[in-house]
């Protein structure tokens, strides 16, 4: 049988005008990607807070988080979001997000790898994110492109609902190579 023809894939920055498909496109990953990590209430309460248009527009125009979209043959498979922290060269990957058609086919890794670059252009030489202890297939590639886990933390996220997190680091190496 022919191999599969390669497929074109584009990251491009997200606009305001980008921000009501990205949100939906979050709820469709959630929905299919939390169930058995976080409870079905609680993804519906973490989407409602998280990514009300209000609030992304909010780190988009204040906080100075950047959002980017993949997109796979023109289809917006996939986004990430990044900003900086009060750490002087920290930046946070905030979200970082792949329908599950789309994964363990190197297409996150390739976000990965341009929110890195785009970090470390703006002057980041540490990467920091916090990712689901229990959300294994994240964490395997995070660690995969170079995170390593820094600390454990519970945050309270309200109504009664917690985040159970791992943080995890990542050096940025100085020069492009
Ligand atoms: C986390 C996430 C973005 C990772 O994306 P991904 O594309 O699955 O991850 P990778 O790029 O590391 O995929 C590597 C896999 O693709 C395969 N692959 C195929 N072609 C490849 C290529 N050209 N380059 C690299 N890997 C390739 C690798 O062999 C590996 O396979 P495996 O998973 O069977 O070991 C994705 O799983 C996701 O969106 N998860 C749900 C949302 C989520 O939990 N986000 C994190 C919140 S903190």
């Excluded at 395997?140 to 159970?164: C, E, K, L, P, W």
């Amino acid at each position: 049988m022919a191999p599969p023809a390669p497929r074109y894939v584009e990251i491009l920055p997200a606009t305001e005008a980008d921000l009501p498909a990205l949100a939906a496109l979050a709820g469709d990953i959630w929905r299919q990607h939390y169930p058995g990590i976080i409870s079905r209430e609680q993804i519906e309460y973490m989407l409602s807070q998280m990514y009300a248009l209000d609030t992304l527009r909010e780190q988009l125009r204040t906080q100075g988080i950047l959002f980017v979209r993949l997109l796979v043959a023109e289809r917006f498979v996939g986004f990430a979001s990044f900003g900086p922290q009060p750490e002087l060269g920290v930046m946070k990957l905030h979200k970082c997000y792949l329908l599950p058609e789309f994964h363990s086919q190197g297409f996150g890794s390739r976000l990965l790898q341009y929110c890195e670059s785009e970090c470390r252009r703006l002057g980041a030489r540490r990467l920091v994110l916090a990712v689901n202890k229990r959300n294994v297939k994240a964490i395997t590639a995070y660690q995969r492109n170079g995170f390593q886990v820094a600390a454990s933390v519970i945050t309270d996220f309200g109504h009664g609902f917690v985040m159970d997190d791992f943080l995890m680091a990542k050096e940025l190496a100085t020069n492009e190579n």
